[in-house]
C-alpha cells in the first residue's frame, strides 16, 4: 500500500509531496534477493502505474549513492510494456479485499501485475526508497557546519541552487526516504555531499517560502540562519558583501569573535557588548562577552558568571575551571576559587534533585531524565577535573579557607570519592586542616 499511496500521493504521503515534491519513482526489494522493482505513474497520467524489474546491485548502488539521476529511472523503463500498467481504480478496489498474508512470488516476473501483490505483498516484504521528482520549483541550500572545510566546496557553502544545478555540479541535493509499506518513515537520508570526509547536508525549500532565500538564489550570495554561521563564513574568508540575511548582530557577534581569535580582546568587548544592545534576549552574545572579558584577565566576569547560569548550572559548569584558574592567576584569591567550586556544585546538586525549575533554564537539555542525567555528567566531569589540578589541589587552599574547614572536608570528600587515586594526596591537605603547625 506504500508504493501506491506514495505515487498517488494519498494519505501522508499527500502532505509529505508538498514538502519535498511529488514522487517520481518508488524503488522496492528485499534484501539478497535479486531482482527489485521499480514502480512510477506512466508519463502523462495520473492513473496508470507503471513497472520495471531492476537488478539488486544497482538498487543497492541507487541506496549508497542516495538517490537517482531522471535519466536512470527513464532507462530502468524504456523495456516497459502496456501490460505492466495498473489504473488506480484497480489498486483501490483491490486494497480492502487484499491480504496481509499475500506472498511475493514468481507471479512478479510476468507481464501483468496483480494489485493485492503490488501493494500489499512487496511492500509488507521489502524495504522500500522513495525518490522524490526533481521540481524545477525547489532549490537547496548546502548547509554550514564548520570552518575546516574542504577548498573544492568553499565556494559553494551557504550558497542556494535549483535542484537541476547542483545535479549539474555532480552532487544529489534530494531526500530518499525508506518507509514501510504503511507510509510510515523508518528512516530519511538527506541529499549531502562528501569532501575530504567531510560530509555536508542540504536543506530544500520552495520558491517564495522565505524572501531572503529568494534573495540568496538570486544573488548567488551566502545565506546564514545564525550568528555562528556568520563567523563561519568570515573564517573561510567570505567577506560581509557576499552575505545576505546579514542582521546587524550578527555582523558585531562575528566581529566579536573574529578579534577574540586574534587576542584582540578589548576590541571583542566593545563589539560583544553592541551585539547584545542589537539583541538583548541572545545567551551567545552574553557568554561571548563574559568569554572575552575573561581572556582580558577580567576577575570581575566570574561572580557574573555564576548568576547568570544560577538556574542552569549545567550549561555553565564546563566555565568553572577557566574561572578557578583566573581566580589563581589574577589574585591568587584560594577564598573565591572555593566559592566557585562549592557554588557550582551546589546547583548541580540541586538541578539534579530538581529543585531548579526547569523552564527558567537558559537551554532546554531534553526530558526531566535526560536534564538529570545531563546534570550528573558534569558534576562528575567538575569533580574529575578539579581532583586533577594541581593549582587546585595544594596547600593555598587550606591555608587561606582556615575558618571555613566543613565546607573544605565536605568538598574534598566529594573529590575523593570521584577520584579514589588522589586519596593520598587529599590525606595530606585533611591533616593539614586538623594539624596547621604540622
Known sequence: MGAAKALLQEGRFGLRCLNYGSVSCVFVWEDNLDPGYAFRLKPGSSQEVEMAVVPLHRLEQLELAKGCSASDIEAYFLNSSPSDRLHKSEIQEEIGASSPSNTVTGELSSTRIHPDKLIDGITDLMPMTITYKREPERSFKLEIYHHNCPNQLIPFIGTIKKGCEWEALGVNPYSVRRTSSDGEMESLSSGSVQVEGCHYDFYGFFAGQDKKWGEALR???????TASDVHILRKLGIAYE???NLSPHFHEYSEAMLAVDRGDYEAAIEHA??????HPKEMKYREMLLDARMKNGDIGVIHEGLNLYKNDM????????RWIRLAIVADNNYQLVLDIAITVIDRLDAE???????????YSSGSASESKRFCSLAREKLIKRLGSMREFLCEELIVQNMGRVDFLKALLDKIIRVNPSKIKKISKLLALIDDPNA
Do not use: F, N, P, Y
Not at 273 to 278: D, G, P, V, W
Not at 314 to 321: C, I, L, N, R, T
Open 219 to 225: 544573488t548567488g550570495k551566502r545565506h546564514v540562519s
Open 352 to 362: 539534579i534533585a530538581g529543585k531548579i525549575d526547569r523552564r527558567i533554564k537558559i
Open 242 to 244: 557576499d552575505i545576505c
Open 314 to 321: 549545567s550549561s555553565g559548569a564546563d566555565k568553572a575551571e
Open 273 to 278: 557588548q553592541t551585539a547584545i544592545e542589537l
